[in-house]
């Protein structure tokens, strides 16, 4: 009859059961940390402390050469935790111990926690042919906490010699693995301080995650025998994944610290890093799941809504893993979204997981300046008379073209003009889909003078590329329509846009703009053409408060 005995490493103690003589063949169990999907991989500690718990495990250990079994164990675990070890024993036949073969060892850590129920007679073919299966950690129902059992793992040793002489023989370490992965959505909004306090730029939530159907496998074997560094089997689930919004996103003043950046972290520190910020309630955590593995590109789409009432407004920012196969059994991927409004851009930024090579050290100060012009006067429109200030009051902007069509000339808007010297790639940027940039492109005769103009719409963004010399960017801003806009406000922002991921800064520009201290936007505002048209011969008056709500400035 076979007996058990455990040996800790440390502190070193036995507890034996059965006869105290005979051959002992000892197992090293052994539970890596989890490992953080980038480019860069590395060891992170599994949290939370659940994630690394055993409550359940059973060994099995088998004659290689004629597939027969030496012992099977279920052993005490109180101590078998993720970071730690410890030795497993079993006694051996004179026979085992002097023949001294090859053997093959399989360890499952919390099956029960899986629908894994094997046992002492389990066979090696059982072994090979078991499945986590059902509803187990699939994309229906979502398992977004560790079961009461725990987080099934499991461990594989083939053809592996036992060593050793007389009565001490063991064979090498069984390292487990978790068969499942972590996905987390990680999200903040910017925000600035107001008498002391952090006021979110802007109204921002997540309206839904959508993860797209066809990469969570139906089910995955739970030793991975064969050379294939996957272990997936059944198809893959078709339908997505959707995961509802969450209540409110924490927001703080700077997004860009929660970046992953290779030449400060490492895939522990940044794992600290998120959970520290989740902890603190600067980032909010949504829709964590635990997934089969998978050899496929996990990919989606977030949709976030922007503002309230009528000015509320959705858009949609997509996500995709680096490359197949980074969602193997026992890994982490966290995405990081950052909304940061109307200071600096204008949708989630999904942290793209990218070779160490894509990293490197970065500046963010911008090299270069930028100066703005308008062409002759424009119309101004103040929204409730603030007394002694410009920040409640707009440019205008009504639709309107010199062909009376729908394009060339705008009629009802005014031409701005942007000098720029710049090293990095820059973005002029609408935050309102229901206005259009017009773009002005000029001709030059021999002596510097514009002979022709043509007029091209350019979307809600116009890209300016990097250059060593000055260069003029010319637009107009547009109401897509001459319909009654829902939402008749929208800001243009002048941003610097940084490689490899990092946030975008506004550049402020040369002086005060009209209804924006902060120098970092032109504010704008549809009261329609014949509004537009009506107030024409109403002047700025001298002093800081205008007797019309709205007026012509130079």
Not at 39 to 51: I, N, Q
Not at 94 to 109: E, S
Not at 140 to 160: D, I, Q, R
Not at 498 to 504: A, I, M
Request: with cysteine.
């Amino acid at each position: 009859m076979l007996t058990l005995a455990a040996l800790l490493l440390l502190p070193l103690s036995c507890h034996r059961v059965g006869p105290e003589s005979g051959a002992r063949l000892d197992v090293l169990v052994y539970i890596p940390a989890q490992e953080l999907t980038r480019g860069e991989t590395g060891s992170v500690t599994a949290d939370p402390m659940t994630e690394r718990m055993v409550y359940d495990l059973r060994i099995w250990i088998f004659n290689h050469q004629q597939d027969t079994l030496i012992g099977y164990l279920e052993p005490s675990v109180n101590n078998l935790q993720s970071g730690t070890q410890e030795v497993f024993s079993i006694y051996i036949d004179d026979a085992t111990a002097t023949a001294k073969p090859n053997l093959d060892v399989y360890v499952l850590a919390n099956g029960p926690a899986g629908g894994i129920n094997l046992g002492a007679t389990a066979t090696s073919t059982d072994l090979k042919n078991a499945l986590l299966s059902g509803s187990y950690f699939s994309t229906s129902p979502l398992t977004g906490s560790v079961p009461e059992g725990g987080l099934p793992m499991s461990g594989f040793l083939a053809n592996k010699p036992m060593t050793g002489t007389g009565l001490s023989f063991s064979v090498s370490t069984v390292q487990l693995k978790r068969l499942v992965s972590k996905l987390r959505f990680v999200f903040c909004g910017m925000a600035e301080e107001t008498d002391g306090n952090l006021v979110p730029v802007d109204d921002f939530t997540v309206v839904s995650i959508t993860l797209n159907g066809g990469v969570i496998p139906n089910s995955e074997y739970v030793f991975n025998t064969s050379e294939d560094p996957y272990s997936v089997a059944g198809g893959y689930a078709v339908a997505n994944v959707v995961y509802s919004g969450p209540p409110s996103i924490a927001s703080n003043a700077a997004p860009g610290d929660y970046i992953y950046d290779s030449g400060k972290h490492t895939a522990q520190q940044y794992e600290d890093l998120i959970n520290t910020g989740i902890a603190s309630g600067l980032l909010t955590e949504w829709g964590r799941t635990y997934f089969r593995e998978s050899d496929k590109q996990l990919s989606g789409t977030i949709r976030y809504g922007i503002g309230t009432g009528a000015h509320y407004r959705e858009k949609s920012a997509p996500f995709e893993m680096a490359a197949a196969g980074d969602f193997a059994r026992n890994h982490s991927w966290i995405i990081y979204g950052y909304f940061l409004g109307g200071k600096l851009i204008l949708k989630p930024v999904i942290l793209p997981w990218l070779t160490e090579d894509t990293f490197g050290s970065y500046d963010y100060i911008t090299q270069g300046d930028t100066k703005m012009e308008y062409e002759e006067y424009y119309l101004r429109y103040d929204i409730d008379k603030e007394a002694n200030t410009w920040n409640d009051t707009w440019m205008c902007t009504a639709y309107g073209y010199e062909s009376g069509g729908n394009e060339g000339r705008p009629i009802h808007a005014k031409m701005i003009t942007i000098t720029t010297l710049n090293s990095s790639e820059l973005r002029v940027q609408l935050t309102n889909d229901e206005f259009v940039f017009v773009r002005m492109t000029p001709t030059f005769d021999g002596g510097g003078q514009i002979i022709s103009r043509t007029y091209t719409k350019s979307g809600q963004s116009i890209t300016i590329s990097p250059s060593g010399t000055s260069q003029k960017t010319y637009f107009y801003v547009v109401p897509v329509s001459a319909a009654a806009p829902s939402d008749p406000y929208v800001k243009v922002i002048l941003t610097e846009i940084h490689s490899g991921g990092l946030p975008p800064e506004n550049i402020p520009f040369n002086h005060n703009l009209p209804g924006d201290e902060d120098h970092t936007s032109i504010l704008l505002y549809n009261p329609g053409a014949a509004t537009y048209s009506a107030n024409l011969n109403n002047d700025k008056a001298s002093g800081s408060t205008q007797p019309y709500q709205y007026w012509l400035e130079p």
